[in-house]
């Protein structure tokens, strides 16, 4: 799948450097989820099996991540 921080432009560099602000764990989640960095997609499960948590903890730890990153990302575009 095709991702926004996986193609050119200044939309791809503003989501790099919202995910690159991210706390630790919720910028891994995300890199996780979405195969950013050259990684491969992948799915709630699969992600929490890789850090040792619940299915349920990585869909929070997405759920943060999501709200960062929308108000971070909204700022950056300024009003429209």
Partial sequence: ?????GEGGADAEAV???VAALP????????LL???NGGEVLSLTA???RLG?????????KQRAAERLDIRLRV?????
């Avoid at 799948?1 to 921080?5: H, S």
């Avoid at 919720?26 to 890199?31: K, L, T």
């Avoid at 950056?76 to 429209?80: E, F, H, L, S, V």
């Fill in 34 to 36: 979405y195969g950013l």
């Fill in 76 to 80: 950056r575009a300024g009003p429209r």
């Fill in 24 to 31: 630790d764990r919720e910028r891994e989640v995300v890199e």
């Fill in 47 to 49: 992600v929490a099996g």
């Fill in 53 to 61: 948590v619940g299915r349920d903890a990585v869909a929070a730890v």
């Fill in 1 to 5: 799948p095709r991702t926004v921080a």
């Fill in 16 to 18: 790099r450097l919202a």
